[in-house]
């Protein structure tokens, strides 16, 4: 399961990523690099939950990469 949503919030960048390898769903996070994931408290990631959370962000950035290409070459018919 992979996703991804972004919302505004007021306290940070609130979104939902889903982190497959550590089974959680980041659903906010602030510039000083502290996380929210769903049903957690805020909390500064460990060097394993930082690598798990960049591959699911850059895995997901592929994936709407792919969108993006497959949607444009769509509307250029």
């Not at 505004?8 to 959680?24: E, V």
């Not at 929210?36 to 394993?48: A, Y």
């Given at each position: 399961m992979t996703g991804y949503s972004f919302q505004p919030s007021a306290s940070g960048?609130?979104?939902r990523?889903?982190?497959d390898t550590m089974d959680a769903?980041?659903?906010d996070y602030e510039p000083?690099?502290?996380v929210?994931?769903?049903g957690e408290d805020w909390s500064t990631p460990t060097l394993q939950e930082r690598r798990a959370i960049l591959h699911a962000a850059q895995t997901e950035m592929e994936r709407l990469q792919d969108l993006?290409?497959?949607l444009e070459r769509d509307v250029s018919v």
């Amino acid at each position: 399961m992979t996703g991804y949503s972004f919302q505004p919030s007021a306290s940070g960048c609130a979104m939902r990523l889903y982190i497959d390898t550590m089974d959680a769903m980041l659903v906010d996070y602030e510039p000083d690099g502290r996380v929210k994931l769903d049903g957690e408290d805020w909390s500064t990631p460990t060097l394993q939950e930082r690598r798990a959370i960049l591959h699911a962000a850059q895995t997901e950035m592929e994936r709407l990469q792919d969108l993006i290409l497959a949607l444009e070459r769509d509307v250029s018919v």
